[in-house]
């Protein structure tokens, strides 16, 4: 069904604009008009539907369920909710103290805000359709691997020392008690479908500018850098192309929607699978602007650690795809 | 005079919810106090997880969105 979109494409940029396949401004544009109205197309139609499924899935539901779980089961937990739970960058620190006052630990707090900007639907759907299903489940195992790795190490060096005295003392005094349960409302369709509307038309209102941004980019990527570029200078052997790939994503600050149409373009030319996925990771979760806004919850000691604990992951994994996935 | 307090950490839905409230409170000719509450402990205070929040005389009325018109207006009566 997907290659109706590649037939537009190519209609529309060889046939309409009479650009050659060939030329660099035919395959950019191609890619670009195939892109974009795959990525919107899916987008309206998916996110509407998901909303519809998780419409009372709520960040206190994730928390009151958290607080009562083991342990261990909590990094993956955390991790997963992370992933599927709706949720604004700017509500950080209110979640971070939400958790942390309930008694989660921080190091199931930090797997669940680790996960949230790596994976979530919008970026899922986007792989699914550009890269396909292999590299979306490496893609998600990964972003899920590290939340759960980092919120485990957090906990083992007993991380909540180093949280701001007040963020300190509301997990040492936490007392959760659920009494007040809250009734599991049923929702009627009409109330799902108010709820899949306003998070349709929010998520968009979100992402638009970066997907225009992301494939345009990729685009450019796509018409203009040369077949093996990356291949001849950043093909095999050179262990520096991973580390090198992590530390330029750091100031390039992007969310998963604008950084995936990259990443495809990227794998297409032959950049290796490690190094791509530790530069789109790098860019989406190490960034300055949200390590800023934790600093009003933790030290930065412990910023810092959190910080080179993502930067070492992404570059291990990148080496380790890079051995284990050869295209 | 009611005194509102809108909870978050800056985005720009609650600086559109500070505005959407006195805008309809000057409307409906009510008297308010708006102020913008960035501090995180305070939020913890009111155990607000989802920005923004809005509370009347402290107490915690709305979380989590951008308040309809129709909230509001029930809140300034």
Known sequence: MLSLFTQFADWLAYSIFGLSPESKWGSALQFFIEDTSKIFFLLIVMIYIIALIRASLNIERVRDYLAKNNKFVGYILGSFFGAITPFCSCSSIPVFLGFTSAGIPIGITMSFLLTSPLINEVAVLMLLSLVGWEITLIYVLIGMGVGVAGGIFLDLIRAEQLLQPFALKAYQTADFSSDEQPASEKLTFRERHEFAKTELLDILARVWKWIFVGVGLGAALHGFVPESWFADNLGNGQWWSVPMAVLAGIPLYSNATGVIPVMESLILKGLPLGTTLAFCMSTVAASFPEFIMLKQVMTWKLLGIIFSLLLLSFTLVGWLINLLYVV | ?77
């Open chain 2, 1 to 77: 005079m009611k005194k509102f307090e809108v909870l978050g950490t800056g985005c720009t839905k609650c600086v559109k919810t500070a505005e959407l409230i006195k805008s309809i409170a000057a409307e409906c000719g009510v008297e308010v106090q708006v102020i913008k509450e960035t501090n995180p402990e305070i939020m913890m205070g009111y155990q607000v997880m989802s920005t923004p929040g809005v509370t009347i005389d402290k107490h915690l009325v709305h979380s989590g969105s951008i308040p309809s018109k129709g909230k509001i207006a029930s809140w300034l009566k």
